[in-house]
């Protein structure tokens, strides 16, 4: 099948709340697309859509050219993990998927092959009752690994695991990608997904922010940013900002320089005699271009220390 997912003008209301207004974009094979956006952007709303749970309202949501509910072996087709919580607590992990093997005719020896891949031989002999949350999400990635799918769809997919199955994740969506399938991973936390996405697309109040490669949204977050640390801080800033350049406090003794180049930065305070210990080009992370891109699209405003921060 055509291992693409395509989202088209996907509109989806929930009484007078408008979860997703007029979304689009496309997951393409071979990549691991980060879908990422502010707690109630309509993330989960989307991914719920595309596999047919939740009904458009306007709008689609297609895998290989053609709506959930038209693919005659979704398990074959589709890997899907929205809820690491959905099975029943007296069944045990092997069974669970025995169970949807069979549903699909495939064979008992690939329940034993998942179980191998996620690390859950012996767990998923006990009750799944008594997992830990990075168990369920270890039975959960196989099970939508299960079909040998073409297409996955994963939400928080690290949520629960250890350091050590992190990096075993990390791992085996870059490898699946390699393959040629296209996978949809949704998280908060932007630093698995600055080591593991090819593309990102960031959503806000159910409405498209970006959608765009990794690579060119830091390149465009970093900019012409010169990054200084200096136990002058003060001074520093006096004197860069009164020859042009925009300085802002990123630390106890570091800040951040634009409008000036890193060697103009190091000639004028050398002639100033302001002591300094670093200058270099500033690479800014994905979570900081996340946090500007997403600024104006936060709907829970917390307050820390007396101040609101969002």
Request: aromatic share 4%; charged share 25%.
């Amino acid at each position: 099948m055509d291992a693409t997912i395509e989202v088209r003008d996907l509109r989806k209301r929930f009484g007078q709340t408008v979860a997703v207004d007029g979304l689009s974009f496309t997951v393409e094979p071979g990549q691991v697309t980060g879908f990422v956006g502010p707690n109630g952007a309509g993330k989960s709303t989307t991914m719920r859509t595309v596999l047919g749970l939740d009904a458009p309202d306007a709008g689609h949501a297609h895998i290989g050219g053609r709506p959930y509910h038209a693919l005659r072996t979704p398990l074959l087709e589709v890997g899907a993990l929205l809820d690491a919580a959905a099975l029943h607590p007296a069944r045990r992990g092997r069974d669970h998927l025995r169970w949807l093997a069979h549903s699909h005719g495939l064979p008992m020896r690939r329940v034993d092959e998942v179980l191998e891949q996620v690390g859950m031989e012996q767990p998923a002999r006990r009750r799944a009752g008594g997992y830990s949350l990075g168990m369920r999400q270890r039975l959960g990635i196989a099970a939508a690994l299960l079909g040998d799918p073409p297409v996955l769809l994963l939400d928080e997919p690290v949520n629960g695991l250890d350091p050590e199955g992190i990096q075993w994740i990390r791992g085996l969506l870059r490898r699946l990608a390699a393959e040629g399938r296209a996978i949809l991973v949704s998280s908060h936390l932007m630093s698995e997904l600055e080591d593991t996405a090819d593309h990102l697309v960031v959503i806000g109040r159910g409405r498209l922010i970006a959608d765009t490669a990794v690579a060119d949204l830091l390149a465009a977050a970093t900019g012409d940013r010169v990054a200084l640390r200096t136990s002058a801080r003060t001074e520093a800033m006096e004197l860069l900002a009164h020859k042009g350049g925009t300085v802002a406090v990123t630390g106890r003794d570091t800040l951040t320089v634009t409008g000036l180049p890193p060697e103009r930065i190091v000639a004028l305070l050398t002639e100033a005699g302001i002591a300094f210990a670093e200058v270099g080009s500033h690479r800014a992370t994905l979570e900081e271009a996340y946090m500007e891109l997403t600024r104006d699209s936060t709907e829970f405003v917390s307050a820390v220390d007396g101040e609101v921060t969002r």
